[in-house]
């Protein structure tokens, strides 16, 4: 088993005012050379966004693109003919494809909105643009890693153009979890939203991240009520 650590702390920062971003990987005016990426998965942004403002109208190609709002309510709207809120305990997958334009306001004026927004490199390049959202309460059982997005579309949670597996879990502090990787090609990128685990000896809080690959599993012990999100992406594409 290899693994390498991100701090919290040490990930890329924007403060534009209406916008407190923080970048896991290199984005935008981060660059960060050693921090480009693991596997196919590209950005992993934690943006917080004040009442009434976001990201205007902008486009996007071949990515996928999943938003999981954390806390408040986002608003979407695209050149697709979707348009509406994405509330929080939900999962919106966009994938750009040939190329889309879409927008992402807060989708109230006066509470804020705290979002992960997610790229991943897709493997088939100049699809149609497509767009999903669903809730996912139905699919989260306690102290599991509970799928929410696949290669599939019909497997569990969102899916896109990728050999990739994501899963999230609420767990209780004193929990062991083992993560079984569908594909042990793949590597594994552990994000914790909130809380305090161990993996292989690397002690993660909020926000810190750990990349696992080579291997065919990983153990998880919760040292601390924690909520956790699992990204499975190829390590070659």
Known sequence: MKTIYHAANSRGNADHGWLKSNHTFSFANYHNPERMGFGALRVINDDFVIGGQGFGKHSHRDMEIISIPLSGKLGHGDNIGNEGIIETGEIQVMSAGSGITHSEMNGSVDEAVQFLQIWV???????????QQMRMDDLMEPNMFNQVLSPNADDAGVWIHQHAWFSMGDFEQGVTQTYTLN???????????????TINGNILSTRDGLGVWDTNSMTMDVTENAKVLIMEVPMSF
């Open 121 to 131: 490199i897709p493997n088939k390049m100049g699809v149609a643009p497509r767009y």
């Open 183 to 197: 594909d042990p090609d793949n590597g594994v990128y552990v994000f914790v939203i909130e809380g305090s685990v």
